[in-house]
């Protein structure tokens, strides 16, 4: 596996990935798929000042879901990390 250093502007667009997914999936909101271009969207609806109105109107029932699923994934990350670490070691 390739160590890759991750820069402070590679980290903003993975956090406007999950809003971008959000919106394309539980909106009516046309959001492109290239992920570039999901990331341009969300800035713009953040610049116009709609970004948390559009969130806040989802159904909360399906941010529940997500919601949820973010938590197993949150605490399933340290068993992750560890299997990812034994690879490496493994040199597999």
């Known amino acids: 596996m390739r160590q890759k250093d991750i820069s402070v502007d590679n980290m903003q667009s993975i956090a406007f990935l999950l809003p971008a997914l959000l919106i394309k999936y539980f909106t009516d909101i046309n959001i492109p798929d290239e992920i570039d271009k999901m990331i341009l969207v969300v800035e713009k609806l953040i610049d116009l ?3 948390e109105e559009i969130i806040n109107e989802m159904p ?4 529940e879901k997500i919601n949820n699923i973010l938590k197993n994934i949150e605490n399933n990350g340290s068993k992750i ?3 990812i670490g034994e690879l490496i070691i493994k040199g597999e």
């Open 49 to 51: 000042g709609v970004f």
């Open 81 to 83: 990390g560890e299997l």
């Open 60 to 63: 909360g029932k399906e941010i």
